[in-house]
């Protein structure tokens, strides 16, 4: 079957390494605490985040209390969006798209930050999103891919699923997709350029 679109993670394909171990070293670096002991409390908390239980705010009053720092949540809510590290070379290639390949976001992602994607470059390129916070379900979850499938509007087997997670990544062909091991944006070329697309060169950064 023909490739007729393309089925995107966001953390760690659009991002420059992973949005939750940038959050845990600048948290740890921040307060002066061990970077393993902010990642213990923080990853036994963020499942609450990525299907929408919790707010943003009330994480952080959780995670404040079992590290035993105090911060105001404003000042919290900066550091997170100081996380975000754009992979700007995806951004470019999303920017020049071929209109005739649908493209989707599948993301485990979080309030706040999915607000702020939603406002960020060329996300009204996307033709389908599923943000877990928002629906409620993640990743692996065979009823996330099956949402991001009803919204594109393709069967499984004709959309290509590229996440950096090797979990997803077998949920995935399990359910009939094709699916690509995100490392860089070359391979990714040539993933894509395998099933017969060609996409634009990247911009030269200075």
């Given at each position: 079957m023909e490739l007729r679109g393309v089925l995107f993670d966001w953390g760690g394909v659009f991002t420059v390494g992973t949005f939750d171990g940038r959050v845990v070293r600048t948290l740890a670096q921040h307060f002066g605490l061990e970077e393993a002991r902010v990642a213990e409390a923080y990853f036994a908390r963020v499942a609450h985040l990525e299907v929408g239980a919790w707010s943003l705010a009330e994480f952080w009053e959780a995670l404040a209390e079992a590290l035993g720092v105090e911060a105001p949540y404003a000042s919290?809510?900066?550091?997170?969006?100081?996380?975000?590290?754009?992979?700007?070379?995806?951004?470019?290639?999303?920017?020049?798209?071929?209109?005739?390949?649908?493209?989707?976001?599948?993301?485990?992602?979080?309030?706040?930050?999915?607000?702020?994607?939603?406002?960020?470059?060329?996300?009204d390129r996307f033709d389908a999103v599923v943000f877990s916070n928002e629906e409620g379900v993640k990743k692996p979850d065979p009823r996330a891919f099956q949402l991001a499938l009803e919204r594109l509007e393709l069967p499984a087997e004709a959309v290509l699923f590229?996440?950096?997670?090797?979990?997803?990544?077998?949920?995935?062909?399990?359910?009939?997709?094709?699916?690509?091991?995100?490392?860089?944006?070359?391979?990714?070329?040539?993933?894509?350029?395998?099933?017969?697309?060609?996409?634009?060169?990247?911009?030269?950064?200075?």
């Open positions: 919290f809510e900066l550091l997170f969006l100081s996380c975000v590290a754009p992979r700007h070379e995806m951004y470019a290639l999303l920017a020049a798209w071929p209109p005739e390949l649908r493209v989707g976001l599948l993301s485990n992602n979080y309030p706040v930050i999915s607000q702020y994607l939603r406002s960020g470059p060329h996300f590229v996440d950096d997670n090797a979990e997803n990544l077998e949920a995935a062909r399990q359910l009939g997709f094709r699916t690509h091991h995100f490392q860089d944006p070359e391979g990714f070329r040539a993933a894509l350029k395998a099933e017969g697309v060609t996409l634009p060169a990247a911009p030269q950064t200075p």
